[in-house]
C-alpha cells in the first residue's frame, strides 16, 4: 500500500523567510506528485505539480528527489496570506486509480 | 464559472437514517471521486468514477454508496449512517484518472451522525 508520509509542523515562520516541506513516499514506482494547499477545513487547490526536473512558478519551487524518494516544496519570501497547510499527493496509478493524500504540513506565517 | 458543488453543507443526522449528498460539476469531466477527511487521517478517497456507469472502490469504502447516471453528478448515499461516519466529505472531479489531470475540489460537506 502507497504511503506518503508529512511532518505535520506547525512550521512557524516570521514574514520574509524562506521555509521548506519535504514529503516522503513509500512507492519507488510512482511518477506523479501535486502540492496542495489547504485553508482551514476548505477545499484543497492545486499549488503546482512536481516535475523530475524540478518546477518554479514565483515563489514557490517543488523539487522531486527519487533516489531518497521524497519531494520538496520551498516558499521564499513567506507571506501571511500563505499560512495554510499543505498536501502532497502521490497520484500514480500503479493500476488503479486511487490517489494518495499526506496529513498535511501546517504553516503559519506571523508578522 | 468552471466549479464543482456539493449539497448539503452541513448535515446534523442520527444513526441509522439513510442520507445522500449530492456532486455536480459543469466541466465535462470524466473522474469524480468522493473523499473523507479526518483529524490526522488526512483525506482518504472512499469511492471514484472513471465515467458514467464506471465506479470503484477507493481506500474506505465501507458504509458507503454511489452512482454515476450521468457524467456531471456523482451522490453519495449512506444507507446506515453510524457515528463513526462523522467527517468532512469532498467530491472531486478531473477530465482523466487523477494520475495524470488536476483534481478540482468542492466545497466539502460537514456530517455528524448523532
Known amino acids: 500500500r502507497k504511503e506518503v508520509e508529512q511532518d505535520p509542523g506547525p512550521f512557524n515562520v516570521p514574514e520574509g523567510a524562506t521555509v521548506a516541506f519535504n514529503c516522503t513516499y513509500s512507492n519507488s514506482a510512482s511518477q506523479s506528485f501535486f502540492w496542495y494547499r489547504q485553508d482551514c477545513r476548505k477545499e484543497p487547490k492545486l499549488l503546482m505539480s512536481?516535475?523530475?526536473s524540478g518546477n518554479e512558478d514565483g515563489r514557490f519551487t517543488a523539487q522531486l528527489n527519487r533516489a531518497s524518494q521524497y519531494i520538496s516544496l520551498l516558499i521564499r519570501d513567506s507571506k501571511l496570506s500563505d499560512s495554510a497547510t499543505y498536501l502532497c499527493?502521490?497520484?500514480?496509478?500503479?493500476?488503479?486509480?486511487?490517489?494518495?493524500f499526506g496529513r498535511g504540513t501546517s504553516l503559519i506565517v506571523h508578522p | 464559472e468552471a466549479q464543482v458543488t456539493q449539497n448539503p453543507r452541513y448535515l446534523i443526522t442520527v444513526t441509522g437514517k439513510k442520507l445522500t449528498v449530492t456532486c455536480s460539476q459543469n466541466m465535462n469531466h470524466e473522474y469524480m471521486s468522493w473523499y473523507r477527511q479526518d483529524p490526522g487521517l488526512g483525506l482518504r478517497q472512499i469511492y471514484y468514477?472513471?465515467?458514467?456507469?464506471?465506479?470503484d472502490k477507493g481506500d474506505v469504502p465501507e458504509g458507503y454508496k454511489v452512482s454515476r447516471k450521468e457524467k456531471r453528478n456523482f451522490p453519495l448515499i449512506l444507507e446506515s449512517p453510524s457515528p463513526n461516519q462523522t467527517s468532512l466529505y469532498f467530491c472531486?472531479?478531473?477530465f482523466g484518472p487523477g494520475g495524470q489531470e488536476t483534481q478540482y475540489f468542492g466545497p466539502g460537506t460537514r456530517l455528524l451522525v448523532l
Open positions: 472531486a472531479s478531473s
Open positions: 468514477s472513471m465515467n458514467v456507469e464506471v465506479t
Open positions: 499527493v502521490d497520484l500514480s496509478s500503479g493500476g488503479s486509480y486511487i490517489p494518495t
Open positions: 512536481v516535475y523530475s
